[in-house]
Protein backbone atom coordinates (compact mmCIF):
# COMPACT_ATOMS: atom_id res chain seq x y z
CA UNK A 1 0.00 0.00 0.00
CA UNK A 2 1.55 3.18 -0.51
CA UNK A 3 2.09 6.09 1.71
CA UNK A 4 -1.85 7.28 1.71
CA UNK A 5 -2.63 3.74 2.78
CA UNK A 6 -4.05 2.74 -0.99
CA UNK A 7 -3.93 -0.80 -1.79
CA UNK A 8 -1.57 -0.47 -5.34
CA UNK A 9 -0.93 -3.96 -5.76
CA UNK A 10 -1.64 -7.69 -4.28
CA UNK A 11 -0.65 -11.29 -5.70
CA UNK A 12 -3.18 -13.67 -6.58
CA UNK A 13 -3.40 -15.29 -3.37
CA UNK A 14 -4.08 -12.32 -1.73
CA UNK A 15 -7.08 -11.75 -4.26
CA UNK A 16 -8.51 -14.99 -3.39
CA UNK A 17 -8.10 -14.13 0.05
CA UNK A 18 -10.05 -10.73 0.08
CA UNK A 19 -12.81 -12.61 -2.10
CA UNK A 20 -12.83 -15.38 0.68
CA UNK A 21 -13.14 -12.29 3.28
CA UNK A 22 -15.93 -10.43 1.37
CA UNK A 23 -13.42 -7.72 0.71
CA UNK A 24 -12.82 -8.25 -2.87
CA UNK A 25 -13.06 -4.61 -4.23
CA UNK A 26 -11.25 -3.22 -0.76
CA UNK A 27 -8.98 -0.10 -1.81
CA UNK A 28 -7.76 1.00 1.17
CA UNK A 29 -6.56 -1.16 4.01
CA UNK A 30 -9.19 0.41 6.63
CA UNK A 31 -12.00 -2.21 4.53
CA UNK A 32 -9.20 -5.14 5.12
CA UNK A 33 -11.17 -7.12 8.27
CA UNK A 34 -7.36 -7.10 10.21
CA UNK A 35 -7.04 -6.56 14.21
CA UNK A 36 -7.08 -3.59 15.52
CA UNK A 37 -3.42 -3.63 16.61
CA UNK A 38 -2.66 -4.39 12.50
CA UNK A 39 -4.54 -1.27 11.05
CA UNK A 40 -2.79 0.62 14.05
CA UNK A 41 0.85 -0.74 13.12
CA UNK A 42 0.04 0.17 9.40
CA UNK A 43 -0.92 3.75 10.72
CA UNK A 44 2.23 4.00 12.81
CA UNK A 45 4.77 2.51 9.96
CA UNK A 46 2.89 5.12 6.96
CA UNK A 47 3.35 7.92 9.44
CA UNK A 48 7.18 7.18 9.97
CA UNK A 49 6.27 5.96 14.25
CA UNK A 50 6.93 2.27 13.71
CA UNK A 51 9.92 0.43 14.32
CA UNK A 52 11.80 -0.65 10.99
CA UNK A 53 11.29 -3.99 11.66
CA UNK A 54 7.89 -5.83 11.65
CA UNK A 55 7.52 -7.60 14.84
CA UNK A 56 6.20 -11.14 15.27
CA UNK A 57 2.43 -11.81 15.52
CA UNK A 58 0.63 -13.46 17.57
CA UNK A 59 -1.57 -16.69 17.27
CA UNK A 60 -4.18 -15.01 19.45
CA UNK A 61 -4.03 -12.15 15.83
CA UNK A 62 -4.99 -14.78 13.68
CA UNK A 63 -8.09 -14.75 12.07
CA UNK A 64 -10.19 -17.64 10.33
CA UNK A 65 -11.28 -17.33 6.55
CA UNK A 66 -13.10 -19.93 4.31
CA UNK A 67 -10.20 -20.59 1.46
CA UNK A 68 -10.64 -23.17 -0.68
CA UNK A 69 -13.26 -25.05 0.94
CA UNK A 70 -11.27 -25.52 4.22
CA UNK A 71 -11.10 -23.29 7.21
CA UNK A 72 -7.65 -21.53 7.32
CA UNK A 73 -6.00 -19.08 9.96
CA UNK A 74 -4.72 -16.40 8.57
CA UNK A 75 -1.83 -14.00 10.60
CA UNK A 76 -1.64 -10.53 9.37
CA UNK A 77 2.40 -8.91 9.45
CA UNK A 78 2.87 -5.54 8.89
CA UNK A 79 6.29 -4.78 7.09
CA UNK A 80 7.36 -1.26 6.06
CA UNK A 81 8.38 -0.09 3.23
CA UNK A 82 10.93 2.31 4.23
CA UNK A 83 11.21 4.60 0.94
CA UNK A 84 8.30 4.07 -1.43
CA UNK A 85 7.86 6.85 -2.90
CA UNK A 86 10.13 10.80 -2.57
CA UNK A 87 10.95 9.57 0.21
CA UNK A 88 7.80 8.84 1.59
CA UNK A 89 7.21 5.28 3.90
CA UNK A 90 4.78 2.27 2.32
CA UNK A 91 3.71 -0.48 4.01
CA UNK A 92 3.19 -4.56 2.64
CA UNK A 93 0.77 -6.54 4.94
CA UNK A 94 1.57 -10.44 4.75
CA UNK A 95 -1.07 -12.91 5.30
CA UNK A 96 0.46 -16.03 7.14
CA UNK A 97 -1.13 -19.27 6.87
CA UNK A 98 -0.79 -20.69 10.24
CA UNK A 99 -3.64 -23.47 10.06
CA UNK A 100 -1.31 -25.85 11.22
CA UNK A 101 0.11 -23.95 13.97
CA UNK A 102 -2.75 -22.77 15.26
CA UNK A 103 -4.18 -26.56 15.65
CA UNK A 104 -0.90 -27.43 17.26
CA UNK A 105 -1.34 -24.44 19.94
CA UNK A 106 -4.74 -25.92 20.95
CA UNK A 107 -3.30 -29.60 21.14
CA UNK A 108 -0.94 -27.79 23.38
CA UNK A 109 -3.12 -25.81 25.49
CA UNK A 110 -5.74 -29.14 26.10
CA UNK A 111 -2.05 -31.01 26.72
CA UNK A 112 -1.39 -28.70 29.19
CA UNK A 113 -4.88 -28.49 30.93
CA UNK A 114 -4.81 -32.22 31.35
CA UNK A 115 -1.61 -32.57 32.52
CA UNK A 116 -2.19 -29.96 34.78
CA UNK A 117 -5.29 -31.86 36.18
CA UNK A 118 -3.64 -35.37 36.68
CA UNK A 119 -0.22 -33.27 38.72
CA UNK A 120 -3.06 -32.08 41.30
CA UNK A 121 -3.22 -35.52 42.99
CA UNK A 122 0.35 -36.07 44.33
CA UNK A 123 0.70 -32.87 45.76
CA UNK A 124 -2.71 -33.16 47.78
CA UNK A 125 -1.72 -37.12 48.87
CA UNK A 126 2.00 -34.73 49.91
CA UNK A 127 -0.05 -32.16 51.40
CA UNK A 128 -2.22 -34.97 54.00
CA UNK A 129 0.96 -36.55 54.96
CA UNK A 130 2.33 -33.45 56.00
CA UNK A 131 -0.31 -31.91 58.13
CA UNK A 132 -0.02 -35.60 59.67
CA UNK A 133 3.57 -34.90 60.49
CA UNK A 134 2.93 -31.46 61.53
CA UNK A 135 0.32 -32.65 64.14
CA UNK A 136 3.57 -34.18 65.99
CA UNK A 137 6.07 -31.33 64.98
CA UNK A 138 6.51 -30.81 68.97
CA UNK A 139 7.95 -34.31 68.65
CA UNK A 140 10.39 -33.27 66.17
CA UNK A 141 13.91 -31.68 66.73
CA UNK A 142 14.61 -28.25 65.42
CA UNK A 143 16.35 -29.34 62.37
CA UNK A 144 13.46 -31.76 61.26
CA UNK A 145 11.01 -29.26 62.10
CA UNK A 146 12.73 -27.00 59.72
CA UNK A 147 12.93 -29.82 57.17
CA UNK A 148 9.23 -30.06 57.74
CA UNK A 149 8.55 -26.05 56.96
CA UNK A 150 10.46 -26.81 53.98
CA UNK A 151 8.62 -29.66 52.52
CA UNK A 152 5.39 -27.73 52.90
CA UNK A 153 6.43 -24.84 51.11
CA UNK A 154 7.82 -26.68 48.70
CA UNK A 155 4.75 -28.71 48.38
CA UNK A 156 2.68 -25.06 48.11
CA UNK A 157 4.68 -24.02 45.55
CA UNK A 158 4.29 -27.32 43.09
CA UNK A 159 0.63 -26.87 43.50
CA UNK A 160 0.99 -23.30 43.07
CA UNK A 161 2.54 -23.61 39.67
CA UNK A 162 0.21 -26.49 38.43
CA UNK A 163 -2.89 -23.95 39.50
CA UNK A 164 -1.03 -21.62 37.22
CA UNK A 165 -0.61 -24.05 34.40
CA UNK A 166 -4.67 -24.82 34.92
CA UNK A 167 -4.75 -20.86 35.00
CA UNK A 168 -3.16 -20.32 31.41
CA UNK A 169 -5.12 -22.47 29.76
CA UNK A 170 -8.53 -21.46 31.18
CA UNK A 171 -7.76 -17.54 30.25
CA UNK A 172 -6.46 -18.59 27.08
CA UNK A 173 -9.75 -20.70 26.11
CA UNK A 174 -11.69 -17.65 28.17
CA UNK A 175 -13.35 -19.68 30.63
CA UNK A 176 -10.93 -17.85 33.32
CA UNK A 177 -13.34 -17.05 36.32
CA UNK A 178 -12.36 -14.76 39.36
CA UNK A 179 -13.37 -14.26 42.98
CA UNK A 180 -13.91 -11.40 43.66
CA UNK A 181 -14.05 -9.65 47.38
CA UNK A 182 -12.03 -6.99 49.10
CA UNK A 183 -8.61 -7.25 49.24
CA UNK A 184 -6.57 -5.27 51.85
CA UNK A 185 -2.98 -5.03 49.64
CA UNK A 186 -1.18 -4.35 52.93
CA UNK A 187 -2.09 -7.42 54.86
CA UNK A 188 -1.57 -9.44 51.64
CA UNK A 189 1.92 -8.22 50.75
CA UNK A 190 3.29 -8.80 54.41
CA UNK A 191 1.70 -12.18 54.19
CA UNK A 192 3.46 -13.49 50.79
CA UNK A 193 6.70 -11.07 52.15
CA UNK A 194 6.59 -13.52 55.26
CA UNK A 195 6.38 -16.93 53.15
CA UNK A 196 9.50 -16.26 51.23
CA UNK A 197 11.61 -14.26 53.74
CA UNK A 198 12.91 -17.20 55.12
CA UNK A 199 14.48 -17.43 51.74
CA UNK A 200 15.37 -14.26 51.14
CA UNK A 201 17.65 -14.40 54.39
CA UNK A 202 18.99 -17.79 53.24
CA UNK A 203 20.52 -15.63 50.71
CA UNK A 204 21.35 -13.02 52.44
CA UNK A 205 18.82 -10.49 50.59
CA UNK A 206 16.98 -7.94 52.41
CA UNK A 207 13.13 -8.46 51.67
CA UNK A 208 11.37 -5.56 52.60
CA UNK A 209 7.78 -4.69 52.77
CA UNK A 210 5.93 -1.14 53.51
CA UNK A 211 3.05 0.46 52.33
CA UNK A 212 2.67 4.31 52.17
CA UNK A 213 -1.35 4.14 50.92
CA UNK A 214 -3.58 3.44 53.63
CA UNK A 215 -6.14 1.92 53.27
CA UNK A 216 -5.32 0.13 50.57
CA UNK A 217 -8.51 -1.66 50.01
CA UNK A 218 -9.59 -3.09 46.51
CA UNK A 219 -12.00 -5.47 44.51
CA UNK A 220 -10.07 -8.35 43.46
CA UNK A 221 -9.28 -11.84 43.93
CA UNK A 222 -6.93 -12.35 46.80
CA UNK A 223 -5.40 -16.17 45.78
CA UNK A 224 -4.28 -14.78 42.37
CA UNK A 225 -3.02 -11.49 44.06
CA UNK A 226 -0.63 -13.91 46.49
CA UNK A 227 0.74 -15.77 42.83
CA UNK A 228 1.18 -12.58 40.93
CA UNK A 229 2.78 -11.65 43.73
CA UNK A 230 4.84 -14.71 44.60
CA UNK A 231 5.84 -15.11 41.10
CA UNK A 232 7.61 -11.79 40.82
CA UNK A 233 9.51 -12.60 44.32
CA UNK A 234 10.51 -16.21 43.04
CA UNK A 235 12.28 -13.66 39.92
CA UNK A 236 13.51 -11.51 42.82
CA UNK A 237 15.04 -13.95 44.74
CA UNK A 238 16.55 -15.79 41.65
CA UNK A 239 18.17 -12.91 39.68
CA UNK A 240 19.35 -10.52 43.08
CA UNK A 241 22.86 -10.73 43.97
CA UNK A 242 24.20 -11.91 47.71
CA UNK A 243 23.92 -8.87 49.79
CA UNK A 244 21.05 -6.83 47.55
CA UNK A 245 17.62 -5.68 48.20
CA UNK A 246 14.07 -6.26 47.31
CA UNK A 247 11.26 -4.52 48.30
CA UNK A 248 7.61 -4.36 47.81
CA UNK A 249 5.79 -1.10 47.96
CA UNK A 250 1.98 -0.25 48.30
CA UNK A 251 1.38 3.30 47.23
CA UNK A 252 -0.82 5.94 45.68
CA UNK A 253 1.53 7.62 43.45
CA UNK A 254 2.29 6.83 39.66
CA UNK A 255 6.09 5.94 39.38
CA UNK A 256 5.49 5.62 35.31
CA UNK A 257 2.67 6.45 33.26
CA UNK A 258 0.25 5.81 32.64
CA UNK A 259 -1.35 4.69 35.90
CA UNK A 260 -4.25 6.66 37.95
CA UNK A 261 -2.60 8.77 40.80
CA UNK A 262 -6.17 7.66 42.67
CA UNK A 263 -5.46 3.73 42.37
CA UNK A 264 -3.25 1.82 44.82
CA UNK A 265 -0.05 0.65 42.96
CA UNK A 266 2.35 -2.69 44.28
CA UNK A 267 5.45 -2.56 42.71
CA UNK A 268 8.22 -4.83 43.26
CA UNK A 269 11.87 -3.86 42.62
CA UNK A 270 15.06 -5.83 43.07
CA UNK A 271 18.60 -4.64 42.55
CA UNK A 272 19.08 -7.56 40.41
CA UNK A 273 20.47 -7.13 36.68
CA UNK A 274 17.30 -5.38 35.50
CA UNK A 275 15.52 -5.49 32.16
CA UNK A 276 16.96 -3.71 29.07
CA UNK A 277 14.88 -1.50 27.20
CA UNK A 278 14.38 -3.26 24.38
CA UNK A 279 12.54 -6.08 26.16
CA UNK A 280 10.75 -4.21 28.56
CA UNK A 281 7.79 -3.73 26.44
CA UNK A 282 8.04 -7.31 25.41
CA UNK A 283 8.54 -8.98 28.76
CA UNK A 284 4.61 -9.92 28.85
CA UNK A 285 4.54 -11.38 25.47
CA UNK A 286 4.37 -15.16 24.42
CA UNK A 287 7.06 -15.68 22.73
CA UNK A 288 9.02 -12.99 24.92
CA UNK A 289 11.06 -16.52 25.87
CA UNK A 290 11.70 -17.55 22.54
CA UNK A 291 13.17 -14.06 21.54
CA UNK A 292 15.86 -14.13 24.14
CA UNK A 293 16.53 -17.70 23.85
CA UNK A 294 20.21 -17.04 22.56
CA UNK A 295 20.98 -14.35 25.04
CA UNK A 296 21.34 -15.59 27.89
CA UNK A 297 21.41 -19.44 29.15
CA UNK A 298 18.52 -21.46 28.13
CA UNK A 299 17.43 -22.97 31.50
CA UNK A 300 17.07 -19.05 33.48
CA UNK A 301 15.62 -17.45 30.02
CA UNK A 302 12.40 -19.72 30.49
CA UNK A 303 11.78 -19.29 34.19
CA UNK A 304 12.42 -15.60 33.75
CA UNK A 305 9.74 -14.94 30.91
CA UNK A 306 7.35 -17.64 32.05
CA UNK A 307 6.84 -15.87 35.43
CA UNK A 308 6.15 -12.71 34.09
CA UNK A 309 3.64 -13.50 31.32
CA UNK A 310 1.89 -15.66 34.23
CA UNK A 311 1.79 -12.65 36.35
CA UNK A 312 0.73 -10.31 33.66
CA UNK A 313 -1.81 -12.58 32.30
CA UNK A 314 -3.32 -12.73 35.93
CA UNK A 315 -3.33 -9.10 36.86
CA UNK A 316 -5.03 -8.15 33.41
CA UNK A 317 -7.90 -10.93 33.89
CA UNK A 318 -8.40 -8.94 37.79
CA UNK A 319 -8.46 -5.57 35.04
CA UNK A 320 -4.79 -4.58 36.66
CA UNK A 321 -2.23 -2.46 34.50
CA UNK A 322 1.23 -3.66 34.54
CA UNK A 323 4.60 -2.38 33.74
CA UNK A 324 7.89 -3.45 33.75
CA UNK A 325 10.46 -0.54 34.33
CA UNK A 326 14.57 -0.08 35.49
CA UNK A 327 14.09 1.56 38.86
CA UNK A 328 18.24 2.53 38.22
CA UNK A 329 20.03 0.78 35.58
CA UNK A 330 21.00 -2.08 37.66
CA UNK A 331 17.66 -2.60 38.77
CA UNK A 332 13.86 -3.92 37.96
CA UNK A 333 10.76 -2.73 39.45
CA UNK A 334 7.81 -4.72 38.12
CA UNK A 335 4.04 -2.53 38.67
CA UNK A 336 0.55 -3.35 39.60
CA UNK A 337 -2.08 -0.48 39.42
Avoid at 70 to 86: G, N, Q, S, T
Avoid at 106 to 130: D, F, G, Q, W, Y
Amino acid sequence: MDPDGEIVDANPVAFEAFRAMGVASARRFEELPLPPSEHGSIIGHLRGDGANEPRPGLLSQAFSVSFDDREVKLLPIVMPIPDFAEGRRGAVVVLHDVTEFARLDELRLEMIAVTSHELKTPPTSLRMNLMLLRERDRELSPIFREILATASLGRDELSGTIDELLDLTRIESGHFRLVLDRVDLAALSEHVANKYRPRFEERGITLTCHSRARPAVIRGDATRLGVVLSNLLTGALKYTPEGGAVSIEIAREAHQPPVDLDVPQIAVTDSGPGITAEFRERIFENSFGSSIFDRTSRRECKAWASGFISAARSSRCMGEQSVASAARPEAARYSLS
